[in-house]
Each structure stands twice: as structure tokens, then as C-alpha cells.
Nanobody, 124 residues
Framework: QVQVVESGGGLVQAGGSLRLSCTAS?????????MGWLRQAPGKEREFVAA????????YYLDSVKGRFTISRDMNKNTIYLQMNSLKPEDTAVYYC????????????????RGQGTQVTVSS
């Protein structure tokens, strides 16, 4: 079992920035764990926003966030970050950290271990 805990959400004006953090624990020791972020806005389907491989050498981004969001990883702490710049009102959603017990995957279905979510609200 893998536990993930995210933090860093909040309220920001359009054009502003936020950084989300997430740490994985539990069955991570000795495992190759990819990590990523999903989001869900009210009335909309969940989106797979970004992911980073176990080594950090592979990254995935949702088209609408490319060039604005950056995912990174601290291998020593099994922690990932999502730096979100130039935020738009349409980025408003609950953001969920997720982990997959695989070195790399671009399929959100593999990211079965998910946190409770953190709210990101971007005002216009």
C-alpha cells in the first residue's frame, strides 16, 4: 500500500503562481514509483495533468498546461512538486496527487494510489 499526501493549494488571481507538493510513503521502499497529478473541476471529468517517472527522466503534461506547469521530483524524499505559473480560471479544480507502482506510465489508470486532494482556485 502506498500513501500520498498533497499540500499547497489555495486561492490565486489569474496570472499568478502556486506550487503543489506531494510525498509518497508506505510501500515505496525498494519500489519504482511514478507519481503525478490529476484534477477535477465541478461537473467535469477528471483530467490527468502531469506525471513524472521514477528516475525523473520522463514527464507527461496535459496539453492545456504545457509551458505553464512544471513537474519535478526530489528522489531523496520521494516527493514531487507541481509548479503552476500563469494560472487561468479554468485551472480551478481539486488537484489530486497520485502514485503508480511502475517506473513510468502515461495512463492515469495506473496511478491507483491517490491523495485526498487540495483545492486550487483561480479568480479572474
Amino acid at each position: 500500500q502506498v500513501q500520498v499526501v498533497e499540500s499547497g493549494g489555495g486561492l490565486v488571481q489569474a496570472g499568478g503562481s502556486l506550487r503543489l507538493s506531494c510525498t509518497a510513503s508506505g510501500r515505496t521502499f525498494g519500489s519504482t514509483v511514478s507519481m503525478g497529478w490529476l484534477r477535477q473541476a465541478p461537473g467535469k471529468e477528471r483530467e490527468f495533468v502531469a506525471a513524472i517517472s521514477y528516475t525523473g527522466g520522463n514527464r507527461y503534461y496535459l496539453d492545456s498546461v504545457k509551458g505553464r506547469f512544471t513537474i519535478s521530483r526530489d528522489m531523496n524524499k520521494n516527493t514531487i512538486y507541481l509548479q503552476m505559473n500563469s494560472l487561468k480560471p479554468e485551472d480551478t479544480a481539486v488537484y489530486y496527487c497520485a502514485a503508480a507502482l511502475t517506473p513510468w506510465s502515461e495512463s492515469q489508470d495506473d496511478y491507483e494510489y491517490r491523495g485526498q486532494g487540495t483545492q486550487v482556485t483561480v479568480s479572474s
